[in-house]
């Protein structure tokens, strides 16, 4: 088995005195998708934005490469190679595909091209001068992502990407997800509700509820073993 590229241990964190995450530990190997799953309120964006820096930790480890990320501060987390694509999305409505993925990038010297991103995502590259206020909901979240990747990330934090989009959006962006992966070795942290699309291009999926994490699994097992399903997914 390969080095750990993200190793959370002991994660406790919330939004006041009392947590919402509670002891948990995950690891995230290069070139993996680990699927976060569980119920509504069970944490799973929490966990993600603890992992950004956009929370505080209360107690437990985050590295990265076995860099410390609880010492790194959160507007420096990209450079250290995370990138996150939060619930909602984010894109500057006012701004133009071009400029809200030339923000993606803007920390490096030089500046990196875009045409990868546009190859990626040819509907981006049609849309390049539209404002963000004029993208459909599956544009919004290819740009995002595309955002996202404009930073170059070694690890992609990404939060319920196919909230609100149709099923043949949601299966794009997942095979999207599943190329870079082989094709790259991007490591990706997946929060998702819509169960069966995750697991189809996870490796491991975490199932989180209550804030601590019940069960873990390669993705194959939980989507084969209906014990699991019923007991952890419910369907
Ligand atoms: N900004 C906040 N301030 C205080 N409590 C919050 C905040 N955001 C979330 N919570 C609480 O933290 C708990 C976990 O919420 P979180 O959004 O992480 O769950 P989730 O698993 O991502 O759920 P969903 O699938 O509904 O997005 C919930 O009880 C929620 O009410």
């Known amino acids: ?39 509504n309120g069970a944490g799973k964006s929490t966990l993600l934005r603890t992992l950004s820096g956009l929370l505080p930790a209360q107690k437990g480890q985050i590295t990265l490469d076995g860099q410390d990320l609880r010492k790194i501060k959160v507007e420096h987390l990209v450079r250290h190679g995370v990138a996150h694509v939060p619930e909602g999305r984010g894109v500057v409505t006012e701004l133009t595909v071009e400029e809200n993925l030339r923000l993606g990038g803007l920390w490096r010297k030089p500046q990196p091209s875009l045409e990868p991103i546009y190859e990626l995502f040819p509907r981006l590259a049609e ?12 544009e919004r979240q290819m740009l995002a992502i595309g955002r996202a990747l404009a930073a170059q990330p070694r690890l992609l934090l990404l939060d319920e990407p196919s909230l609100g989009l149709a099923p043949r959006v949601t299966a794009q962006i997942m095979a999207l997800l599943r190329d870079l992966r082989d094709r790259t070795g991007l490591a990706v ?13 996870a490796d491991q999926g975490v199932v989180l509820s209550l804030g601590r994490i019940v069960t873990r699994h390669d993705a194959a097992t939980l989507v084969d073993d209906a014990e699991l399903r019923h007991a952890y997914l419910g369907f």
């Open 189 to 201: 942290l997946l929060v998702e509700q819509n169960v069966r699309s995750a697991l189809s291009i």
């Open 127 to 138: 849309r390049r001068r539209h404002e963000g206020h004029q993208l459909s909901g599956g």
């Open 1 to 39: 088995m390969s080095r750990a590229l993200l190793e959370v241990d002991g994660l406790t964190a919330g939004y006041g005195a009392a947590p919402v995450l509670h002891d948990v530990s995950l690891t995230v190997e290069p070139g993996q998708i680990v699927a976060v799953l569980g119920a």
